[in-house]
């Protein structure tokens, strides 16, 4: 069986770690077929805009993309591409798994494995009624919650639980300050928490997660809060275990899903080989866990694994001396 994937090659390093995720991914022999799609600055080189329409029908067709990081320019009509195409699909789940990786450097080389999910579509991160009084003194922001954009996100956790084996969901909010919106989360979280009886539920208020975090980030499994709590953790715990190079992140709709790396286009060392492909590989480990394909998924991580473990070929922000190519080579080597 052959799978169609929309494969957005990006801008700054965005090609080369693409390029060398796709190499590694056809040597798996998984039947992937790649339509390619622009987006970005090539996009608005290419067809003077920087989401194209082919690129959103392609993303339609095929409900599974795999993309690089993009350039949004200032000032061009969208906040950021990557909002707006979680906008346009729907893409409710924001997924990023933080887990130790050896020989990365990290505050936790080992002992973390932990997946944010992260509500994408609402909430104060939307910046939806965003205002400056004429004198320029104050600023306003509208914050929307709603029962049916917490319940999904929340049974999306759970269901993620039960399916990857894993034992406890942790609600994190502020109710006890930001009563409506938080609280309303809160609550919906409580009454989809008792379908779940199998899987642990616990409750932390944001601010004592990132002590816990920082302290004691071994005593989380899956985490699930609003959009701006959940950009700022996932983040967090991205630098926990070893930082950018190594955090993928999945976008996950209904209808569609796309798959990246959490890092942004690296314009301080694009083009010069120097980029580390893991983030988008393990996003690429996301997208086949998604196709149903887990045991290819684990083959995968095994892979980088064993090659973060030989240091062999890593790249310089792992302190090793190998460039994207070779650090992908010797992935391949493991597989
Ligand atoms: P950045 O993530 O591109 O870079 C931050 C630092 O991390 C840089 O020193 C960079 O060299 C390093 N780095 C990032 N990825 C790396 C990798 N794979 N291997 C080795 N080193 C890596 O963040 P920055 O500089 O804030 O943003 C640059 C551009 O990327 C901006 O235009 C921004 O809008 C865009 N961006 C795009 C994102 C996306 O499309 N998902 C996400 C974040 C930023």
């Given at each position: 069986?052959?799978?169609?994937?929309?494969?957005?090659?990006?801008?700054?390093?965005?090609?080369?770690?693409?390029?060398a995720?796709?190499?590694?991914?056809?040597?798996?022999?998984?039947?992937?077929?790649?339509?390619?799609?622009d987006a970005g600055l090539v996009a608005l080189e290419k067809h003077g805009e920087l989401l194209p329409q082919s690129t959103l029908d392609s993303i339609r067709t095929n409900r599974i993309a795999l993309k690089s990081p993009l350039t949004t320019p200032v000032g061009e009509g969208f906040s950021s591409i990557n909002v707006e195409l979680r906008k346009r699909f729907d893409l409710y789940a924001n997924v990023?798994?933080?887990?130790s990786f050896p020989n990365t450097k990290s505050r936790f080389p080992m002992g973390v494995d932990l997946i944010t999910v992260r509500e994408n579509t609402e909430g104060a991160y939307i910046g939806e009624g965003q205002s400056l009084s004429e004198d320029g003194e104050t600023a306003l922001l509208q914050q929307r919650v709603t029962r049916r954009g917490s319940e999904r996100i929340v049974r999306y956790a759970?269901?993620?639980?039960?399916?990857?084996g894993r034992k406890k969901v942790t609600v994190v909010h502020k109710a006890n300050?930001?009563?409506?919106?938080?609280?309303l989360f809160l609550r919906t979280a409580r009454t989809v928490a008792q379908e779940y009886p199998d899987i642990e539920c616990n409750e932390m208020i944001v601010d004592n997660c990132c002590m816990q975090l920082v302290m004691k980030p071994e005593q989380f499994d899956i985490l699930v809060t609003t959009n701006l709590f959940g950009d700022?953790?996932?983040?967090?715990?991205?630098?926990?275990?070893?930082?950018?190079?190594?955090?993928p992140g999945a976008n996950i709709g209904t209808d569609a899903a796309i798959f990246e790396a959490v890092h942004g286009t690296a314009p301080?060392?694009?083009?010069q080989g120097k980029a580390n492909p893991c983030a988008l590989l393990l996003g690429a480990a996301q997208m086949l866990d998604h196709l149903a394909m887990p045991e290819q998924a684990e083959r995968l991580r095994a892979a980088i694994i064993a090659t973060l473990e030989a240091r062999d070929s890593l790249t310089p922000d792992?302190?090793?001396d190998g460039n994207t190519s070779s650090f992908a080579d010797a992935i391949m080597r493991r597989l």
């Open positions: 069986m052959t799978q169609t994937i929309t494969v957005i090659r990006g801008d700054g390093i965005g090609p080369e770690i693409m390029d995720t796709l190499r590694v991914l056809d040597s798996m022999s998984l039947g992937l077929q790649y339509e390619f799609a990023r798994p933080a887990k759970f269901e993620l639980a039960r399916r990857v300050i930001l009563k409506s919106t938080s609280g700022i953790l996932s983040d967090l715990c991205a630098g926990l275990v070893g930082g950018l190079g190594l955090a301080d060392i694009a083009g792992l302190g090793g």
